[in-house]
Nanobody, 125 residues
Framework: VQLQASGGGLAQRGETLRLSCAAS????????MGWYRQAPGKQRELVAK???????NYADSVKERFTISRENTKNTVYLHMANLKPEDTAVYYC????????????????????WGQGTQVTVSS
């Protein structure tokens, strides 16, 4: 399974950016999709994640500013980031886990978890 992220870039304080991430491969179903970020010198942290049923979980630092959404038919997750702050500067990674399906002599189902390549978000003051 491969995850391809897009979006991000440069923004000023208070501006808005949108990230997208599409999963591809022999995917039977995706359970959770989400976004993590890692700032220089810091550990990777959860930003937001969403279950297939639409349940969400946000980091306290982004609540009321960021919104996660997904299109299950496209295996795609989005992160709408509003009112950006300099402390949001980081490399953002998308994440997905679920089940793959391979059609061989017998159909094989295997769990997977995958990460995107990371996309830089830089917010200036």
């Amino acid at each position: 399974v491969q995850l391809q992220a897009s979006g991000g870039g440069l923004a000023q304080r208070g501006e808005t950016l949108r990230l997208s991430c599409a999963a591809s491969g022999n995917i039977a179903t995706i359970a959770d999709m989400g976004w993590y970020r890692q700032a220089p010198g810091k550990q990777r942290e959860l930003v937001a994640k969403m279950t297939r049923d639409g349940n969400t979980n946000y980091a306290d630092s982004v609540k009321e500013r960021f919104t996660i959404s997904r299109e299950n038919t496209k295996n795609t997750v989005y992160l709408h980031m509003a009112n950006l702050k300099p402390e949001d500067t980081a490399v953002y990674y998308c994440y997905a886990d679920g089940i793959t399906m391979k059609l061989e002599a017998t159909t094989r189902f295997e769990p997977f978890d995958a990460w995107g390549q990371g996309t830089q978000v830089t917010v200036s003051s």
